[in-house]
């Protein structure tokens, strides 16, 4: 029609790729821990891939890191042994008898679950510290958003100089320890930490599969939950989006306060790109 002005036709924005996250693990086993997390991750808007010293990927880009869990930190690694809290601090604090109840009624249940979902069969594995060493350092430096997971965040904290308690089974009373997926610990956080404010609350119930936590803290690192036995269950950077969290949050895709972590690492990721 004479006079009309032309037509045009708007196009919609391209969504912005889904970010991509990094998930380490070992050779050998290990594929329950890769399964869970990477489903987590997927829930929250991540892509993930597998990364292990066998396919190291290595320069290959990322847009955040996890820091699985497994085999325990080579104690060469740091430079000494701290021994934990004092027993009696624990036996004072520690419900003894509904730990016990715990333990015998659960205990041959859960020990089955253990050995499933055992990735190194306890041992050390130098090539993975080796490997999850340069990449914790890698994201460090290009600023990437890094969550570890019990091992992930005990190796992030000897990375930025912190040390280890090696064995804390001298500082647990129940009578089996309790090794559980199932949240039957109670973590206290700090009130003014990310974790706090990613959970929208200051105390959480958690799993239990480690037998290594965190003693003296690394560089600008600070600590953001506790068991009431003194434990340290959580820890964060003070510089800059990185946390730790001693349980396994990836096991309990039922708890959608757990999923919170996935997704505000998620959110990290599209903050920075911004």
């Not at 959970?199 to 003296?216: E, M, P, S, Y």
Request: proline share 7%; charged share 25%.
């Amino acid at each position: 029609m004479a006079g009309s002005e032309p037509s045009t036709t708007r196009t919609s924005p391209r969504p912005r790729p889904r970010p991509t996250v990094a998930v380490t693990g070992p050779d050998r086993g290990g594929w329950p821990a890769w399964f869970f997390t990477a489903w987590a991750v997927r829930r929250a808007g991540g892509r993930p891939f597998r990364v292990r010293p066998g396919k190291p990927h290595s320069g290959r880009p990322f847009d955040a890191l996890i820091v699985g869990g497994g085999a325990d930190v080579d104690p060469e690694l740091y430079d000494r042994s701290e021994e934990g809290p004092e027993p009696q601090e624990i036996k004072a604090v520690e419900k003894r008898f509904r730990q016990r109840l715990i333990g015998y009624f659960f205990y041959p249940l859960l020990w089955i679950l253990r050995l499933m979902f055992q990735s190194h069969g306890g041992t050390l594995d130098n090539d993975r510290d080796l490997l999850e060493k340069t990449l914790i350092s890698r994201a460090l430096t290009e600023n990437k958003p890094i969550l570890g997971i019990c091992r992930g965040m005990q190796l992030l904290n000897v990375v930025r100089g912190g040390t280890l308690s090696r064995d804390l089974s001298g500082f647990h009373t129940e009578t089996p320890k309790v090794r559980s997926l199932l949240p039957v610990k109670k973590v206290h956080l700090r009130e003014d930490s990310q974790l706090a404010q990613i959970f929208a609350a200051t105390t959480v119930q958690v799993n239990a599969l480690h037998n290594q936590a965190v003693a003296t803290l690394g560089h600008q690192l600070r600590v953001a939950g506790r068991e009431s036995n003194k434990v340290i269950q959580a820890i964060e950077a003070t510089d800059r989006w990185c946390i730790g969290v001693q349980w396994h949050p990836e096991y309990l895709p039922q708890k959608n306060v757990q999923q919170r972590l996935f997704q505000a690492l998620i959110k990290a990721t599209k903050n920075l790109a911004v």
